[in-house]
């Protein structure tokens, strides 16, 4: 597989956020990351205004505002780091549906998929969410917050 740097598996248009693929099964089957912590620690810190903190028994908690937008961790009794963000309606209601996504343990409610499948996601399209949950929970902040982060331009 290639380097989150480098170049990237493609696996679905990255720009309208859908990806392809079969409905999941009722018990998905988690892979290992298509990133490293480190490379995922490293994409969102080159977001705007972000910060990061690690709580929760080790998640990699990246905030914009306060608010979280990802997060990595080692969720429940399953081996090894998964990936978790925010999302818009549309692209929640379509990948938990898919394949190597499923709502995330304690987040669904609010809208927030966690990628368990290695090949899930090409690294550009995670980038992409990645982006679009940094802004979506950016969008959310008061004028005067996003003002202060320099998040309005």
């Known amino acids: 597989m290639a380097t989150w740097q480098a170049g990237f598996k493609l696996r679905g248009p990255a720009s309208c956020g859908l990806a392809p693929g079969a409905a999941s099964s009722a018990d998905p089957q988690f892979e290992s990351l298509p990133v490293t912590r480190s ?6 810190a080159s977001l705007p205004a972000t ?3 690690v709580q929760w028994g080790g998640a990699s908690v990246w905030k914009v505002g306060g608010k979280i937008f990802a997060i990595c961790s080692a969720w429940g009794e399953t ?14 209601s379509l990948l938990k549906e898919q394949d ?3 709502p995330a343990p ?3 409610r609010a ?12 690294d550009t399209d995670l980038k992409s969410y ?4 940094h802004s979506t929970v950016a969008a959310k902040l008061t004028k005067k917050q996003r003002a202060d982060l320099g998040l309005d331009a």
């Open 39 to 44: 490379e995922f620690d490293a994409f969102c």
């Open 51 to 53: 910060t990061h903190v």
């Open 79 to 92: 081996a090894g780091d998964k990936i978790a963000f925010k999302c818009s309606d549309l692209s929640y």
């Open 100 to 102: 190597g996504f499923r």
């Open 106 to 108: 304690y987040l669904a």
């Open 111 to 122: 809208k927030w998929i966690q990628v368990t499948g290695k090949d899930a996601l090409s």
């Open 130 to 133: 990645l982006v679009a949950a």
